[in-house]
């Protein structure tokens, strides 16, 4: 089997502009990023349209540190999608800087189900991301000079929210002081590093309606308090227009192709662990205006992406989704049945049956949702048949459909069976209307909890002096409404990275809050989960280089 990037270099590309008249996009509406990538205008969305579009969630069961292999299954649904006749689009997240040079290597599909040009997506793209950080730490270097210019005028702030960002791993910069040196130097003062997909400007790109809310949000950024107590935020400051400026490109979704030539969207990257983990409303709309099918997906287990993007994304966008897919493997179960990380490549039945109550767990969390739900079976060279067996057998018994994902290896030829399986169960049994866990008017305590217990499992929610302090801020705010984005690990059901399986009856601690006023939620921090990671003992990065001009190392 070639790797990634040998199969992303030998693969003809078309040009984007060829790609977007194909789905009907009017040519001179593409404005061109070189030959293979292009922004769309987001003016080209049709509402009706989106309602007649087919939208599918992939999702995934407790991911491992390898992940499971949810964007190859999306690329490769999308794919077998139209090897049976369909007109599916797939619409993505961006790839993140920190986690290609940290832990992944690149965040693009895998095998013969890619999106492309990879090595540009998994880079610097269309720019979206430094926007973003520009943006972010504009307003900080804005509010920075408001607080030094004005400090004679006895002006100040109480409290500064408002931190910096930036698209690497580095944890030496999650607290800092700034402000060292001469009083020409600004004011002293303790400040930290985000990382830019946890960035709240990351989030009001995604969950944007348009240029114009996009300003609104921004303009609604809390940036701290006043002494008496009031808000202080980038309206105060004067500076939405300038913001907005910096972003007025990259709100527009990105277009790139498959490796078999089809459209994809991809834009917006926030992580699901610390953010809410979706792309962007624009683009998944834009995708629904031209195709038929759409898939996408949303970040790292259904405990988080996908509850953020029933929770979050439909209830501020009123998507509807006819089906969700939930990929499993069985290293990935396997982890979840206790079997060491060393040995679940090796057949173990045991091991794979003990993990599959991490599965059921998801798919009764999904169907609480009103989502019909159908397993992917993402297939790895070292599954024996005996395996899938268990799992197809065990998925009768749920009365769940399940088919067998071989993308990775075959392209659209692999999926055909997913892909049919999909069409077929969206015509005879689609997904009900959505049923939030929560309502708006719930208290943002109740909200935590209807997670926390509800979809995670935990008997018990408690919360420290500080997320109490912000939770009582909240309410005096009026914004009790907003909805709730839980921050925590990806390895499990808990806030403890180290409980795999499907774990219950356990304490699950809130340790602070960040309220995004202009995303228009409210962001709860449990256990260590940390919004910049740090880098692992062997990054990525030391496996990336350029060979006779040919880049190395992503994958």
């Known amino acids: 089997m070639k790797t990634d990037i040998e199969i992303a270099r030998e693969t003809d590309l078309t040009k984007i502009k060829q790609v977007a008249e194909h789905i009907g996009i009017p040519l001179d509406e593409v404005e061109n990023y070189g030959r293979y990538i292009a922004k769309i205008p987001e003016n080209l969305i049709d509402d009706e349209k989106v309602k007649q579009s087919n939208l599918i969630l992939v999702t995934a069961i407790t991911a491992t540190k390898a992940g499971i292999g949810k964007t190859t299954v999306s690329i490769g649904l999308a794919l077998g999608l139209n090897k049976i006749g369909k007109n599916a689009i797939v619409a993505l997240r961006e790839p993140s800087l920190g986690p290609c040079f940290g832990m992944k290597g690149g965040a693009a599909g895998g095998g013969y189900a890619q999106v492309l040009p990879m090595e540009k997506i998994n880079l610097h793209f269309t720019g979206d991301f430094h926007a973003i950080t520009s943006a972010h730490n504009m307003i900080s270097a804005l509010l920075d000079n408001h607080l030094y210019q004005n400090q004679s005028k006895g002006f100040g ?57 996009l300003r609104r949000r921004i303009e609604n950024i809390l940036l701290g308090f006043t002494y008496d107590g009031s808000p202080f935020t980038v309206k105060d400051l004067g500076v939405a227009g300038a913001i907005t400026v910096l972003l007025k490109d990259a709100i527009h979704p990105n277009l790139v192709q498959t490796t078999e030539n089809t459209a994809a969207f991809v834009h917006g990257g926030p992580f699901a662990n610390i953010a809410h983990g979706c792309n962007s409303i624009l683009a998944t709309k834009m995708a629904m205006t031209y195709g038929d099918y759409v898939v996408t997906e949303a970040g790292f287990g259904a405990d988080l992406g996908a509850e953020k993007f029933y929770n979050i994304k439909c209830r501020k966008s009123g998507l509807q989704p006819r089906l969700t897919v939930i990929v499993a493997t069985t290293q ?158 990806q390895y499990s059901f808990s806030a403890d990275p180290k409980l795999y399986g499907a774990v219950s009856d356990f304490e699950f601690h809130i340790k602070d809050m960040v309220i995004n006023n202009g995303a228009e939620m409210i962001v709860a921090i449990a256990g260590e989960i940390m919004r910049m990671p740090g880098l692992p003992k062997e990054p990525q990065a030391k496996y990336i280089d350029i060979v006779d001009g040919h880049i190395d190392g992503l994958s």
């Not at 995670?456 to 002096?465: D, L, W």
């Open 157 to 213: 702030l109480k409290e500064i929210l408002w931190k910096r960002v930036l698209d690497v791993n580095d944890r030496s910069l999650r607290s800092i002081v700034v402000g060292l040196g001469a009083k020409t130097d600004g004011i002293t003062q303790q400040s930290g590093f985000d990382i830019t997909p946890a960035s709240e400007i990351m989030a009001i790109l995604c969950l944007s309606k348009n240029l114009d809310d």
């Open 332 to 489: 990935g179960l396997k982890m979840h049945g206790g079997v060491s990380l060393d040995s679940i490549k090796e057949p173990n039945l045991e091991g794979l049956r003990k993990g599959l109550r991490n599965l059921d767990k998801h798919v009764r969390n999904l169907r609480s949702f009103g989502q019909t739900v159908i397993v992917a079976f993402n297939r790895y060279a070292t599954d024996t048949d005996e395996e899938m067996e268990l799992l197809r057998q065990h998925c009768e018994k749920l009365e769940v459909g399940f088919a067998i994902n071989n993308a990775y290896s075959q392209g659209g030829d692999g999926a055909v069976e997913l892909a049919q399986l999909v069409v077929d169960t969206i015509e005879n049994k689609p997904s009900a209307p959505l049923r939030f866990t929560y309502k708006d008017e719930d208290s943002i305590k109740q909200k935590i909890e209807k997670v926390a217990v509800g979809i995670y499992g935990a008997c018990e929610v408690t919360y420290s002096n500080e997320a109490r302090k912000k939770m009582k801020l909240i309410e005096e705010m009026g914004i009790a409404h907003y909805p709730v984005c839980i921050a925590k690990t």
